[in-house]
């Protein structure tokens, strides 16, 4: 009987590279890591450097996600944007 192939979420399966990948690379000292996200090339994973250290918009996600304390500029934002989208819908319902 044949052998089928197994899914690669299997974790036995053949996988193929992807062209990118995001992983977390770890700096600081002894017993006091922090990591950074950056997007590599899956192909070149250890020998070339990083394409994108990936910052503020990783760390916004990551704080409405609960992860990260979220920036008082993210709540500021969204207040302006609730409010041009009120103030356009005002304009609209007038016409």
Known sequence: ?????????????????????????????TNRPFYHIVIIDGKRQQKAPPIEQV?????DLLGLAGFLPVHPRTYMRAWRNRKIIKESAAKESIF
């Open 55 to 59: 910052s503020k918009p990783v760390a």
């Open 1 to 29: 009987m044949p052998r089928m192939p197994l899914h690669p979420a299997s974790g036995t399966g053949i996988i193929t590279p992807f062209s990118k990948a995001i992983r977390l690379v770890r700096y600081g000292c």
